[in-house]
């Protein structure tokens, strides 16, 4: 008999806290987004899509087609490289510069690598495509228009290395 009533008793206890936790969560601010009316506020390191963006600067990219983010690359994603060529000669900047978003992996090592800060991975998440040919991407060509914190992000990036160039040699 008094373990019928405990059990009873338990079952209250048990029954108000599941209702605590609802109630909590009712006063609660929603955490859900009306996407895609509402975006996410992502954080700076956040990988999207690559993106070789234009430094308003130089009214340029900063890519010298060096090379090294298609050497780091684990799976060819960097598939192609042409550098500016005048003269006759090769000139330390890219003409071309073909991303396969299709195979990328999202690891990072390509911008990591870039002495320059050329490239860096964007806030575009929503790539999917019907025609895989259409994830095949000239950076160059786009001539991407990077924006808002992202932007400073970058830019800090560069700056932060011409700062330290500046202490070295005086
Ligand atoms: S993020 Fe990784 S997989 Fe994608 S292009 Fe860069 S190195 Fe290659
Ligand atoms: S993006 Fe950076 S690492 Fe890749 S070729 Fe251009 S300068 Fe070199």
Redesign the pocket.
Known sequence: MIRYFLNIIKGIISLCEGLGVTLKHVFRKPITLQYPEQKPDLALRFRGRLV?PLDSEKNDNR????????KVCPNASIME?EKVVEDGKPKPK?KKYIYNLGTCIFCNL?VE????A??VMSDDFATADYNKDNLIIDLVAEKYQISGKKANWWKSKFKEEITKEQKVNG
């Not at 890519?63 to 298609?70: E, L, P, V, Y």
């Not at 690598?113 to 320059?116: E, G, R, S, T, Y």
């Open positions: 070789m890519c010298t087609a060096c090379m090294m983010c298609a490289i890219a390509c690598v870039c002495p320059f050329a490239i």
